[in-house]
């Protein structure tokens, strides 16, 4: 079992709140990554860091920001969610260039 | 076109039928191809990976790799209804900073 914690799982909210989603690991990976899935679409890649204070966009345009202050703990805001915004969110950890453990996943609604 | 193309299926079998999934691909850096497993409202974990050509096989689990065709299967012996799962390839080259390209993944469902 990989030792990625996500909270929280469920998210309903209405638009136009402001919500952080939590990602911690407990593995000591430097290297952690942000997903966005639609039910029968491919993971996107929406924020990555490989290591503290690193930050990078992935290929999916988000209109979230990500932080990476502390090693184990990777998390993501959406200032002003929109129904646009629901999806389900992956995150996950890898060490090296070889396995990623993910995170169980939020799932977010926007009402 | 995508870089990693996947039949979402839904894939329905027997139990003990052997299965066969599919990724396609146009990229021809790729060097590292993976098969991830996603049960129901869980996260993807890996459950094969394999660098660049050949086959690796780990239990009732094969994964085939043929660069020269960018062509990767998976194949499931004898299998069980706690297979039934949405199976994702996904792979990465070095020049591209290792960054993991996904397929949309296929659905299965094993029939007891």
């Known amino acids: 079992e990989a030792d990625i914690y996500q909270t929280p799982r469920y998210l309903v909210i209405g638009t136009g709140k402001k919500i952080t989603l939590e990602c911690s690991q407990t593995?000591?990976?430097?290297?952690m990554y942000w997903y966005q899935q639609d039910p029968g679409m491919e993971l996107h890649l929406i924020h990555y860091?490989?290591?503290?204070?690193?930050?990078e966009k992935g290929d999916l345009s988000s209109e979230s920001t990500v932080s990476r202050i502390r090693t184990e703990h990777f998390p993501l805001t959406l200032e002003s969610a929109r129904p646009s915004h629901t999806s389900q969110y992956l995150c996950?950890?890898?060490?090296?260039?070889?396995?990623?453990?993910f995170g169980q996943g939020t799932r977010l609604t926007v009402v | 076109q995508k870089e990693v193309e996947q039949d979402p299926g839904p894939l329905s079998v027997p139990e003990g039928a052997i299965v066969s999934l599919n990724c396609t691909y146009s990229?021809?850096?790729?060097?590292?191809f993976m098969w991830y497993r996603q049960y129901s409202r869980k996260g993807p974990e890996l459950l094969m990976y394999?660098?660049?050509?050949g086959n690796k096989e780990d239990g009732r689990f094969t994964a085939q790799v043929d660069k020269s065709s960018k062509y990767i299967s998976l194949f499931i012996r004898d299998s069980q209804p706690s297979d039934s799962a949405t199976y994702l390839c996904?792979?990465?080259?070095?020049?591209?900073?290792?960054?993991?390209?996904f397929g949309a993944g296929t659905r299965l469902f094993v029939k007891a």
């Open positions: 996950a950890s890898r060490d090296g260039n070889t396995e990623a453990f």
């Open positions: 593995m000591g990976h430097d290297k």
């Open positions: 860091s490989y290591g503290v204070n690193s930050t």
């Open positions: 990229n021809s850096a790729f060097q590292y």
């Open positions: 394999t660098y660049s050509s």
């Open positions: 996904a792979m990465s080259a070095i020049s591209g900073g290792f960054k993991t390209i």
